[in-house]
């Protein structure tokens, strides 16, 4: 059994039973992602294809937001499981007698243990390590003086995430979060890996 497996059995044993003494708590959050577009290696890929007078630019950043199901130990250790979903990413090229374009879109399912320092009666230090399983989709089209192409491309697959962020306690019942994770090298050998990072604010109900 992988890993994730592993953290996804421990988490649905824990979810299983009612003699724990804990937080269950449901959390969402929104932010920014910024995706890695590998801009660099697609130019050159271009260029070794024969483009000439290329001019590229990339938009790497999109709106992020996640929901998730968590329980919490005790003060210092949580569990959850989520999903994330990242937007997308854009390339676009122009080149002598023809253009080129590429989107990514990316989601997936979490699973992370939740390691956390109290300070004070009110806020709270975390780290977070997990993993996810995600689905990245590109999509290419390229014109050019022979004509036109197009193609999608995907991998399923899990990839490592680590994060930190800061929360604070409004009630003993709702809290608020932010949040910077990191994923990292998400996709394969289809569609290309990249990192993406998010930068979150979220809030929790615990019952």
């Known amino acids: 059994m992988t890993r994730p497996s592993l953290l996804c059995s421990a988490l649905l044993s824990l979810a ?14 929104i932010g920014r992602s910024s995706v890695d577009m590998g801009r660099s290696e697609t130019d050159a890929a271009l260029v070794s294809a024969g483009a ?35 937007g997308g990413a854009r ?3 122009g ?8 989107q990514i879109d990316a989601h997936g399912w979490t699973a992370s ?27 290419v089209d390229v014109t050019g003086p022979g004509g036109a192409a ?3 491309a995907q991998d399923r697959d899990w990839s490592g995430l680590y994060g930190a962020g800061v929360g604070y306690a409004l009630t003993p019942s709702i809290g608020l ?10 996709g394969g050998s289809n ?17």
């Open 16 to 29: 299983a039973s009612s003699a724990l003494a804990g937080d269950f708590y449901v959390g969402a959050s």
């Open 52 to 86: 000439t007078g290329l001019r590229s630019s990339v938009d790497e950043h999109d709106t992020h937001y996640g929901l998730s199901l968590g329980y919490q130990l005790n003060p210092y250790l949580a569990f959850e499981l989520g999903y994330a979903d990242f």
């Open 91 to 93: 390339y676009r090229a």
């Open 95 to 102: 080149f002598t007698g023809g253009t080129a374009r590429a």
């Open 113 to 139: 243990v939740l390691g956390i320092l109290p300070v004070g009666e009110k806020f709270s230090l975390f780290g977070r390590l997990g993993g996810i399983h995600a689905k990245v989709e590109v999509d």
């Open 150 to 152: 197009a193609g999608t």
């Open 177 to 186: 979060r932010g949040e910077f994770t990191r994923y990292e090298s998400l």
């Open 191 to 207: 569609t290309g890996s990249g990192d993406i990072d998010t930068w979150s604010l979220g809030a929790i109900l615990r019952f």
